[in-house]
């Protein structure tokens, strides 16, 4: 099986993310805003019908970002459950790579079943 490749628009920082309210904590309007964003992202990108199952392998490779690599990733990859994934407690391997120096910011995902991959 070939890997799912997508491709997005860099995450909300971890520091916008959340908002307080009076009795918990829940995301801000832009990371609300960025997982619509990134949910309709996947859904036109994959061309499959149903979510992966299974182990995943997942690389990450950051361009132009100036995040700490893993301040975006609970966000892409909650705004990937049930498109890509059933939930992404199926990854079980992530290589992060970051291209500081990129004028065309953006996130680009590869997404293998561990399985096919030996």
């Known amino acids: ?10 995450p909300t920082s971890v520091n916008r993310m959340y908002r307080r309210t009076r009795y918990t904590v829940v995301l801000s309007n ?14 036109r990108q994959y061309e499959y019908n149903q979510p992966l199952k299974g182990d995943l392998v997942v690389y990450y490779r950051f361009f132009g970002s100036r995040l700490d690599f893993d301040n975006g990733l609970k966000l892409l990859n909650d705004s990937c459950n049930g498109i890509i994934w059933e939930d992404d407690r199926q990854i079980v391997e992530a290589h992060v790579f970051v291209t500081r120096k990129d004028k065309r910011k953006r996130v680009e995902m590869e997404v293998y079943i561990k399985e096919f991959m030996k």
Do not use: E, G
Request: one cysteine or more; glycine letters at 0%.
């Open 1 to 10: 099986m070939q890997p799912v490749c997508l491709s997005f628009d860099l």
């Open 30 to 43: 832009d990371a609300m805003a960025w997982k619509q964003y990134a949910q309709i992202m996947a859904q």
